[in-house]
């Protein structure tokens, strides 16, 4: 089946501006998480929906950054007033839900703040 | 809090033979597991193995084989025959019941011909 796909692949904006980027999970997979990803560096956590709820969004940063799964399938990070050191990959994921299940993640989008 | 440690930034491997990459974890739970993904250079990162904290066996997938040693807190990959498609960078990770994943900072991996 169809494994998690993220769009855009690529994203520039110029300081200052509002991005949304997407993540579509693998069908029947019910948490979905987001990581960010530096360069030259591992992921780092950002949030985690069980569901339709953010069970966990002790990684984001500050209140620019913010994320919803309204269904409970597609996810959007939105990040308002963006920063140079906002640039990164930003990877999602997704699992079964249920303990210690393995994430299967999608191919990113490369974020890029002028 | 949890901590991965990749020491090898860098590591170089003869095609066709196996190679370890080594991997130490920090962390006061009892229940946790461990993971190891690739990330080849398109950025996608590709699940590998999956060792939990309560197994007693080593994890093996295919040509991939997890060293796991508790007492160590260690957690190694083996890669055995290694192929030209191998190089790429790997991660270490490991999640607990927060279900978050912590990774390390990764090693890349040269498979030389």
């Known amino acids: 089946g169809a494994g998690v796909s993220q769009t855009p692949s690529n994203k520039v904006t110029e300081k200052g501006k509002y991005v949304e980027l997407r993540c579509d999970p693998i069908?029947?997979?019910?948490?979905l998480y987001w990581y960010r990803q530096s360069l030259g560096q591992g992921p780092e956590f950002l949030i985690y929906f069980q569901g339709t709820g953010a069970a966990d969004d002790s990684g984001l940063p500050n209140d620019r950054f913010f994320a919803v799964r309204p269904e409970g399938s597609v996810s959007t990070l939105k990040i308002q007033r963006t920063e140079r050191g906002d640039s990164a990959v930003y990877l999602c994921?997704?699992?079964?839900?249920?303990?210690?299940?393995?994430?299967?993640f999608g191919p990113g989008t490369r974020l890029t703040v002028l | 809090a949890q901590k991965i440690t990749q020491t090898q930034p860098g590591m170089f491997v003869q095609e066709k033979e196996a190679v370890t990459l080594d991997c130490t974890y920090d962390?006061?739970?009892?229940?946790?597991?461990l993971f190891w993904y690739k990330q080849p250079s398109s950025g996608e990162m590709i699940f590998l193995i999956y060792q939990g904290s309560y197994d007693e066996q080593n994890a093996t997938e295919g040509r991939y084989s997890l060293n796991f040693q508790k007492a160590r807190k260690s957690a190694n990959l083996v890669i055995s025959a290694s192929q030209l498609g191998d190089s790429a960078m790997y991660f270490c990770a490991m999640d607990r019941s927060a279900r978050q994943l912590t990774f390390g900072s990764g090693t890349q991996l040269t498979v030389l011909p």
């Open positions: 069908s029947g997979h019910t948490a």
């Open positions: 962390t006061s739970d009892q229940s946790y597991g």
């Open positions: 994921a997704s699992s079964l839900g249920t303990a210690t299940d393995t994430q299967y």
